[in-house]
Every structure is written in C-alpha cells, then in structure tokens.
C-alpha cells in the first residue's frame, strides 16, 4: 500500500474509534460530504500528517535506495558516453576560465563590451551544460532537453553580439533596464494579492525615467522582448526566430521547437516525452527513465561548443583555434556514442 493511503487508512480508523463511529458509516459520509465537516477533516488531516512523518525515514530510505541503484544502471550503461560529454565540459570550462584570466583586464581598460557579454554567456553556457549533464545521470531525458533549449539561445545571442560588435552589446546590457521597469510594473500590479511590499513612488519613478531615456535614446522598439537588437536587424519587431536566423543557426529551429514542448504546458509537453521512447504501450512518466539522451547531450554539446567559438574567436590564435578543433571532434564523438547506446537498447527491446 502507498504511503499516503496506508496513513490516510490508519488515521480514519483512529478517527472513527475515538469517537465511537461505525467506520463503513464514517467513510461513505467523508466521501458525500467533506467540505461541511471542516473539524473532522482537519482532525483526520492531522492524523495523516503525523502518520506519515513518522514513517518518512523509513520511506525515504526506500525511495532513495531505489533512486541510487537506478542512477548507478543508468551511469554504468551510459559510461562511454557520459565520460565523453563531462569531458568536453570540462575542457570547454577551462577555454572560458583561460580566456577570462587572460583578457579581462585587457578588455576591462578597452570598456570591451562585447568581452563583457560573451565571457558572461559562456560561463552561463558552462553552467547549463553541467545541468544536463546531471539530468541525464539522473535519468530525466526531457528536463535535459529543456535546459538544451536555454543553450541554444545562449549560442544564438553570442553569435548575434560577436557578429555585430560592441553596439549591440551596449545594447544588451542597457536593455536590462527595460526588462527590470516591466517586472516591476508587473509586480506592482500584484503585490497586493501577493501580500507583499509595493516598491515605493520613487523606486518606480526613478525605474520609469531610465526606461524611457532608453526608449529616447534607442526608438520605441527598443522596448520589446528583443529590442537590443532591432537597430543591427533593420526591424522595428525582432522575434528569436530572426535572431536565429541572423546567427546562422535557424537549421535547429525544428530541435528548439522539440525542446520547447518540456517547457511549455501545450499537450504535446504531456503526449510527447523522449524518456518513453522505447514503450511500446501509452505509459505515463512521473519519474526518470534510462532512454532519450542522445537528443539533450548532443544538442549541449553542439550549443556549448557555439558558444565556446564565439568568445575564443574574438581573441584568435593558435591555442584557441586547437582548443576548438578538439571540442569540434568530441562534439561529433558525442552525438556517436549516445547514438549507438541508444540504438543497443532500442535492439535489446526489440529482440
């Protein structure tokens, strides 16, 4: 029996004997008629609750056993290709590291804003990249492919800030402004329904006055989603899509729209899951599984690997160019052996 059902079981039949209850009684009314009776739901509610944190450790230590013997299979059949992709991570975080110690004073005496927005990406880059990594250890195929998606974008700007040079950098710096005035507009609207604190008359003022020196500065669209980059675009609206296209990486809008499914609530997010990919019957996945990765880990090895050519490419050289040359082969390698695994489990069901 479940956890909960056992506790809820237990607390209705304490229930019913502390206050001399026939229990069938007691059950069918609990069923009938829970919201006029808020004292005895509070009271069984309690019970529950207690019942099951006292059997908590117990029922922790199970689910955690099961958990780590689950990670440790789907570790040990995915090692090659695991190995191969904390590697490249490795190598791709000790470039950025590298580059940063490097030119940042350099870049820092040059108000190098394109430095500035590139390194920042890559470490962001970096991090998400270790985030799929965990994922996939972890067996969530789908949530890896989200944070995938969060990749893609990262490359997408730093092709767009590297292609365009230090205006539009400027411009992605200054545009936080914007986005700060519009979530504190927003915020204002709710925080009364949030039970919290209104910035004051004067915080909102002072946010609003930069905003529009901005908008003054840059033109009105500088205000939407993507309004640092309007003026580099020649477009009064800029979508991520034209974003995309501008960095040369709209080929992967079809694997971006994949990814987005795991993000957004639309049915495909409930109908579409890479982890269920070998069930041959419609399954429901509340939890991990051991398939799916070869679509997150590729994808974060191509999209750090972007990323990773748009800073180093800025302060060319001959380390630089073989660093990229060995992330550039261990991408390839990457998507080859997540490939064959999967396609030995897809054989071993199969059979």
Known sequence: MDTLQKAFETALVKYSQSHNLDEAKLRQFVEKVPDIVPDMVNEIADSVLRTLKEDAPAMLRERQAYTAKFERRTQKRWKPALDLLEMFLVIAYEAGEEFNETFREEASRQSDKVFLA???????????GSE??????????????????????????????????????????????????????????KCSVLNS???????VKKTKRIYDD????FGSSFKDNYG??????????????????????????????????????????????????????????????NYGFADPAHGAAISLNQITVALLNTRPS?????????????????????????????????S
């Open 214 to 217: 901005l908008l003054k500065r």
């Open 132 to 189: 799929v990594l965990t994922l996939i250890k972890c067996g969530f195929a789908d949530a890896a492919h989200a944070r995938w998606r969060t990749l893609h974008e990262i490359a997408v700007v730093a092709f767009v800030i590297a292609k365009h040079g230090q205006g539009v950098a400027e411009r992605y710096f200054l545009h936080e402004a914007i986005e700060s005035y519009k979530a504190m507009r927003q915020y204002q609207e």
């Open 197 to 203: 604190e209104p910035y004051t008359e004067d915080e």
């Open 318 to 350: 001959l380390d630089h160019l073989v660093v990229l040359t060995i992330l550039n082969r261990l991408t390839e390698e990457i998507g080859q052996e997540f490939l064959r695994i999967q396609a030995e489990l897809e054989e071993e069901v199969g």
């Open 228 to 289: 640092w980059a309007a003026a580099v675009l020649g477009q009064r609206k800029v979508s991520f899509s034209d974003l995309e296209a501008d960095a040369g990486l709209a080929h992967l809008r079809p694997y971006y729209r994949m990814a987005s499914y795991n993000v957004h609530s639309s049915v495909k997010g409930v109908t579409f899951k890479l982890g269920l990919g070998l069930e041959k019957e419609p399954l429901l996945l509340a939890g991990p599984s």
């Open 118 to 128: 590139l390194t920042m990406l890559h470490a962001r880059g970096c991090q998400i």
